[in-house]
């Protein structure tokens, strides 16, 4: 009993020793005396601000790129772009005798289409390029048909996801042509179902497709379908727009004023569109959807665009002119205004 209790004592002894070393150690023997404070290093995000640029009084088509970093119009027949940003302005360079009948930015890089047009005595021949802006790099992709003297290209239409362009030339009667090129430079002019009068044309994003307008017989075709997108209630539909979910938004309209939109997929027939009321008639050219599929309306008079649905209203300055991917520009006192959505 007694060598039990002798052992007891020295264990217990042995753990009291090293509890006491243990603690020692701990707040005397690797403790610092040094006060550390910490600090959050918070990244500065500060944009530099756009240069001041000068939009001339006669410029025409002025447009900007996918994410407002570029500038485009025409001024006397030369098509300028100009780096918002660093205000530097470039003229795009054609060759003798050539003048352009349309450009028309990408959706999603700062790259544009260019139909160049070169007249003869009874005819035009039509070309098209791209030019890369952040390169200044044009190149030339395929020379369309000839046509009448007086047709020009009235809409291009491309879809990086499938790299196909739609090119609409429209002769001097108004009768107009849509052709197909693909990333291998090959062309085919587009079955129209004997419809020659066609109005607003939109690319499918995620597939070689295309909507159109059918001016004769007010109809909307997709060159995919042998048949219309036909809804019961609509009597003279309008192609609003086509977002990246392939979502087609047409308008039910009278006098080009557009009362309600219906949207549904493109493969879905017309009966499964949905509809929204715009509870007032809008013009049809003062509806834009975007690739969400966000639908603004433009009201001029006022200078605001308002976001259907989500009721918010962003005021700008001067003349609309377009909506690009982050806001909306403008023009006044003869400056371009960016005015930010959100």
């Not at 690797?30 to 001041?52: G, Y």
């Not at 009966?271 to 509870?279: A, M």
């Not at 309306?297 to 300055?317: H, M």
């Amino acid at each position: 009993m007694k060598l039990f209790m002798r052992i007891f004592l020295w264990i217990m002894i042995s753990l009291a020793v090293q509890f006491a070393g243990l603690f020692y150690a701990n707040n005397y023997l690797f403790t610092s005396n040094t006060s550390i404070q910490t600090k959050k290093i918070v990244k500065s995000d500060v944009k530099k601000p756009d240069a001041e640029i000068k939009v001339p009084e006669n410029a025409k088509h002025v447009s900007v790129s996918y994410d407002a970093r570029y500038l485009a119009y025409y001024d006397e027949d030369i098509l300028k772009v100009v780096n918002v940003k660093t205000g530097e302005e470039k003229n795009v360079e054609f060759d003798e005798g050539v003048k352009v009948s349309l450009y028309k930015w990408l959706p999603d890089r700062n790259r544009m289409l260019i139909a160049e047009k070169e007249t003869s005595n009874r005819s035009s021949n039509f070309k098209l390029a791209y030019y890369d802006v952040d390169k200044s790099v044009k190149e030339d992709i395929k020379e369309l048909d000839w046509a009448d003297k007086k047709a020009e290209v009235e809409d291009i239409q491309a879809s990086p996801l499938t790299n196909i362009i739609y090119v609409k030339v429209a002769n001097s009667g108004k009768r107009s042509s849509i052709y197909w090129i693909n990333i291998m430079k090959e062309m085919k002019k587009v079955d129209t179902k004997g419809s020659y009068m066609i109005g607003k044309i939109k690319v499918v994003p995620h597939e070689d497709n295309l909507l159109y307008e059918d001016l004769t017989y007010h109809k909307i075709y997709a060159t995919g379908s042998d048949e219309p997108i036909t809804i019961e209630s609509i009597k003279t539909p309008s192609l609003l727009g086509v977002d990246d979910n392939d979502v087609a938004y047409i308008g039910d309209t009278e006098n080009d004023l557009v009362s309600k939109i219906y949207y549904g997929n493109v493969k879905d027939e017309g009966s499964k569109f949905q509809v929204v009321d715009l509870r007032g008639s809008v013009n049809k050219s003062d509806i834009f959807i975007n690739e969400q599929g966000k639908i603004y309306v433009n009201d001029n008079l006022k200078g605001i665009v308002r976001e259907f649905g989500s009721g918010k209203e962003y005021t700008y300055q001067g003349t609309f002119v377009q909506i690009y991917s982050g806001g909306i520009i403008s023009i006044s006192d003869g400056k371009m205004v960016k005015t930010q959505l959100n």
